[in-house]
């Protein structure tokens, strides 16, 4: 499992992490290698369609979900979420951190034959450096002052200052030197069809609705007892649902009001187990903080005060989620308890717009200078809860006196044409919450450009000195302080109005064994799950 590095969650996606099985408990222990045959395929559904799987090119979860089945990394977390190798076979840190030493393993293939070696690993330092690359996560990269070979299959990397998050950085995937060096990283085929030397390869992307991963006949772990992996991208989730029913999907992400009202009929119960924890993301309402209609502090306080979170929840969840006030997941060691959320209160509201200069008018609607206050909310198509969030949002703040007006966006163009590019009023998105608390790249004011993380344009000068002292510094303690102070911060400047931590419900056909429950997820030993002989559906998948 390896959930190192932010990702925007802009789509309902299959096996977030989960810890308690909700109803219907699945296989009370794994099978071992030796019991458990090979054979049959698992079909997922999706909402969209990765934008490549190259994942140290994307931001988005399908991309990176997808092509962490196509590679391998250096590092990975266990089942307990402890850092364990992977393709290193041993690692150390030295010199209270400053200094990391990694022993490649030996006999790890490319998917084109070819072995996977120092070569191919410093290529992807250099790559994730490079100014000619396009990726939002070159910042824990350029932490490293220099990257040293000790010999053919070992090396190390040495930090100028402590540097907290260095082993999860080396989560990355690992990337082929011989396949990528040279490529256009704009048209070169390596994005939709990559050498990989994860437990699966690329059997055939033909379709934007269908791709499929085959099991990799000598990945270095053991093969997969699942001869493949088929993601069907399906964007009406009730028509997913249906052809989870119909027996044509394995696994899903349901929505709640599935979850609620459906998962409990018998028929259903009797075919798949339903696994429910609090997930490891959060959704926020983000503003355009280059727009003048945001970029006053008091708007933004007023809509945290005319916002009313539960009703969001209760409304547009069905209750499965938690209210939230910042970036950490609630019950984490990260996340400040101190702060309290602002109550809804449309006097105290309407006080601070007013002080912004927004009067209400003959209407009871909010106008400056002859101007209503009037504004363009997006939201990804294929997030039912999103778009009844934005909805509510909607209700709430037309009491304050704002006009709201609901996009509705296709993902690919909602990244492209919107995020990317910073072309947007507000939005309603949500980011995967990482092992580690550094979340440097989202927030950092160098962040702040076109195609970065920090797409929202949020400067402030003492949160960038807490976010580069704590990812300075192996102290918790200190870490923590920082941490707090960041979110308290946050909580008052409101360049997000923090909506919801949402529950992670999955769906999962009772033919698949092996499954087992653990704080990294039920993916966490994913290629040793497997399907009894006489249950199994899909002959012949192996065969060209």
Request: charged letters at 25%; glycine letters at 6%; aromatic letters at 12%.
């Amino acid at each position: 499992m390896k959930l190192f590095i932010p990702i925007l969650a802009g789509i309902a996606f299959i096996c977030m992490p989960v810890f308690t099985v909700a109803r219907q408990a699945a296989s009370a222990a794994e099978a071992t290698v030796e019991s458990a045959p090979y054979g049959d395929v698992i079909v997922m559904g999706m909402e969209v369609s990765p934008s490549t799987l190259i994942s140290a090119l994307s931001t988005d979860a399908a991309s990176h979900a997808v092509g962490s089945k196509l590679f391998t990394s250096l590092l990975k977390f266990d089942r307990d979420l402890a850092i364990v190798p992977e393709a290193a076979e041993s690692y150390e840190v030295l010199d209270d951190g400053l200094r990391l030493r990694f022993n490649l393993r030996r006999g790890i293939r490319w998917s084109d034959g070819n072995e996977l070696d120092l070569d191919d690993v410093e290529f992807t330092y250099r790559f994730m450096i490079s100014p000619d690359t396009p990726t939002a996560y070159s910042g824990d990269y350029k932490q490293v002052k220099e990257f040293r070979r000790l010999g053919d299959w070992s090396f190390e990397v040495v930090y100028e200052k402590p540097f907290p998050r260095a082993l999860m950085s080396w989560m990355m995937d690992i990337l082929p030197r011989r396949a990528l060096q040279g490529e256009d990283l704009r048209t070169s085929k390596q994005l939709r069809n990559p050498v990989g030397a994860g437990p699966f390869q690329l059997k055939s992307w033909d379709s934007p609705a269908m791709i499929m991963l085959k099991a990799a006949p000598d990945y270095f772990e053991g093969r997969a007892n699942l001869d493949g992996v088929i993601y069907r991208v399906i964007r009406d989730t009730s028509t997913m649902f249906m052809e989870l029913k119909a027996g044509k999907l394995d696994l899903m992400s349901l929505s709640n009001l599935q979850y609620v009202y459906r998962s409990v009929e018998a028929d259903f119960a009797s075919k798949f187990n339903v696994y429910k924890n609090l997930d490891f993301s959060y959704t926020f309402l983000g503003y355009n903080l280059r727009s003048p209609l945001f970029s006053d502090v008091r708007v933004r306080k007023a809509f945290a005060l005319a916002i009313d979170k539960q009703d969001v929840v209760d409304g547009a969840l069905l209750n499965q989620g938690l209210a939230t006030i910042g970036p950490y997941r609630p019950g984490g060691w990260a996340y400040n308890t101190r702060i309290r959320d602002y109550p809804r209160d449309l006097g105290k509201a309407g006080e601070l717009m007013a002080e912004a200069g927004w009067l209400p008018g003959e209407d009871g609607m909010l106008y400056k200078d002859g101007r209503p206050f009037v504004f363009t909310l997006l939201v990804n198509q294929g997030r039912t809860e999103r778009i009844k969030t934005a909805v509510i949002l909607q209700s709430q703040l037309r009491e304050l006196g704002v006009e709201v007006k609901i996009r509705v966006v296709e993902w690919a163009a909602f990244i492209k044409e919107f995020v990317h590019t910073g072309y947007f009023d507000a939005l309603i998105l949500g980011w995967t919450i990482t092992q580690d608390p550094d979340i440097y790249d989202v927030w950092h004011s160098s962040r702040a450009f076109k195609g970065g993380l920090n797409f929202i344009g949020y400067k402030n000068a003492e949160v960038d000195e807490l976010l580069e002292k704590a990812r300075g510094t192996f102290n918790l303690e200190a870490r923590k302080q920082y941490y707090d102070r960041m979110q308290e911060i946050l909580h008052d400047e409101q360049p997000y109005c923090f909506l919801y931590v949402p529950y992670s419900i999955t769906a999962l056909n009772k033919r698949f064994q092996g499954v087992s429950e653990a704080p990294a997820g039920i993916e966490h030993n994913f290629i040793r799950w497997w399907v009894p002989q006489n249950q199994q559906l899909y002959r012949n998948f192996l065969q060209p």
